[in-house]
């Protein structure tokens, strides 16, 4: 898509007298001015083209004209059916014909959209790098188009970060969260510099971008952890210090905008659904962190036989061919990865012992007294008060302890009597 950059056409160019290419420059000028309308424009402009069929001014006139319609139509392509594919070829068609008739700012033009269709149309592929490369591109020749380059720099600017947004959406999808990272991290940077170039503080234009780049890396935010949270890293969501922070700025921003088109009042409602989320991800998880640290011991063996089968899955996978092999491979990364915390979060802490224990071996200190003084009652075994109370005592914390009760033993074995 972004080869033939130059500009240099791939046909010969025309040599257009002066007074005609005076025609083909007001020709491409009118169609440009109102793109909107610009089916009706060329429909007039063809008509018209029919009365100078035979004269030196047809040909360019009418190259010029098939480029303008193939512009227009990829325009419209983008912003009705998101066809890039189809629209980077209708640019570079453009380009080739406004380069033939001397439009070289219709033509860079032309290039630069072409180009701007190449990098998005990259990035869906997940070549993140040359996608972002060709990002920067897009600006050198749009500033080569003169005025023209203007009004659309300022169109793909507006766009650019959704065109980030939408591809780290799907690079997390196929859980490639570096990739989706990056993307969404551009997106929010492309947001925050469409308000701060376009708009002036307190216009509503300005509160939805500054909201928007908020809910980028707030999604973000959301998206990562329910994959820690899924991988059991309960402890690593708890460590933030406010995981939804982000996501109640952008709701905030996006609650001062006036703009009420339905887009952005789904995205009103998505940052409310995903500042309550991320709130409930992180309380939850301090709670599991708590539940597992106290009553879970891990299988060691068990573990490790899952770790086994998770890298045969692995191996296998990467003998696949075809889209789904990485998908596959991150998948069974990402199960390992759940294993490894299981094992690591569910190890015993020093500080913990104990905190479950005493509290076991107090509830069973009742039920063992009155079991033994009533067996002591009816069996006439004439254990004093003493032998009683520390024989229920020494119960209790072998029934709450275990082996730990060995540590009390300075307390069972007192004064000498065992």
């Not at 009365?51 to 912003?79: G, W, Y």
Request: aromatic share 8%; with cysteine; charged share 25%.
């Amino acid at each position: 898509m972004a080869e033939n950059q130059s500009g240099e056409g791939t046909q010969r160019a025309l040599a257009v007298p002066p007074g005609v290419r005076e025609l083909v420059t007001q020709m491409v000028a009118e169609v440009f001015g109102d793109l909107d309308d610009s089916r009706a424009v060329i429909e007039q402009k063809s008509r018209e083209l029919a009365t100078v069929r035979d004269t030196p001014a047809f040909e360019p006139l009418q190259i010029a004209l098939q480029s303008l319609d193939h512009f227009a139509a990829a325009v419209r392509l983008l912003k009705t059916q998101a066809d890039f594919a189809r629209g980077g070829e209708l640019f570079e068609s453009a380009a080739e014909g406004f380069n033939r008739v001397g439009e070289e700012e219709a033509r860079d033009l032309s290039i630069g959209l072409r180009v701007y269709v190449g990098a998005v149309l990259e990035l869906q592929r997940m070549n993140v790098g040359r996608g972002l490369e060709l990002f920067a591109q897009v600006k050198e020749y749009l500033e080569k188009a003169g005025d023209f380059g203007q009004k659309f720099e300022i169109l793909i600017d507006h766009m650019e970060p959704d065109s980030l947004f939408v591809s780290g959406v799907q690079a997390l999808s196929m859980l490639d969260f570096a990739a989706g990272r990056a993307l969404l991290e551009r997106a929010s940077l492309a947001s925050e510099r469409v308000a701060k170039t376009y708009y002036e503080e307190g216009q509503s234009e300005r509160y939805l971008f500054e909201g928007l780049a908020r809910f980028y890396r707030a999604y973000y935010t959301f998206v990562h952890s329910l994959q820690q949270f899924n991988q059991f890293e309960y402890d690593r969501i708890a460590s933030e210090e406010d995981l939804a922070r982000e996501a109640r700025e952008a709701r905030e921003l996006l609650n001062k905008s006036a703009i009420n088109t339905v887009v952005v009042q789904n995205v009103r409602n998505l940052s409310e659904v995903v500042t309550n989320l991320l709130e409930s991800v992180a309380g939850l998880a301090a709670i599991m962190q708590t539940i597992f640290r106290s009553t879970f011991k891990p299988d060691l063996k068990a573990l490790m036989a899952l770790r086994q089968k998770t890298q045969a899955a692995s191996r296998a996978a990467s003998s696949l061919v075809g889209p789904q092999t990485a998908t596959l491979i991150r998948f069974c990364d990402q199960l390992s990865n759940q294993i490894n915390n299981l094992e690591r979060l569910a190890k015993p802490n020093k500080k913990d012992f104990g905190a479950f224990s005493g509290l076991v071996a107090c509830g069973l200190f009742l039920p063992l007294f009155l079991a033994v003084s009533w067996a002591n009652s009816v069996f006439q075994l004439k254990l004093d008060a003493s032998t009683i109370l520390s024989s229920c005592l020494v119960l209790a914390l072998i029934g709450g302890f275990g082996v730990g009760a060995l540590k009390f033993k300075s307390l069972i074995f007192r004064s000498g009597n065992k």
